[in-house]
């Protein structure tokens, strides 16, 4: 998944366990990327499996 200067970003903000940074900081170092990238990463293979991959959640259910 490469972004392209063509494409138009839009900036999120997650919150992470200290676990969870803990654990995707230390696979970006291994891989020598940034962790923003391998968020990045994460989400583009979420977003093209989507209609592939059952997730344990009810995503459309509102509260």
């Given amino acids: 998944m490469a972004v392209s200067s063509e494409d138009s970003a839009t900036r999120v903000t997650a919150s992470l366990t ?21 968020v990045r990463f994460a989400v583009g293979r979420l ?7 059952q997730l344990p959640l009810d995503l459309l259910r509102r509260p």
């Fill in 18 to 38: 200290k676990e969870q940074y803990r654990v995707i900081r230390a696979l970006a170092e291994k891989h020598k990327v940034s962790v923003s990238w391998l």
């Fill in 47 to 53: 977003v093209e499996e989507a209609d592939a991959v």
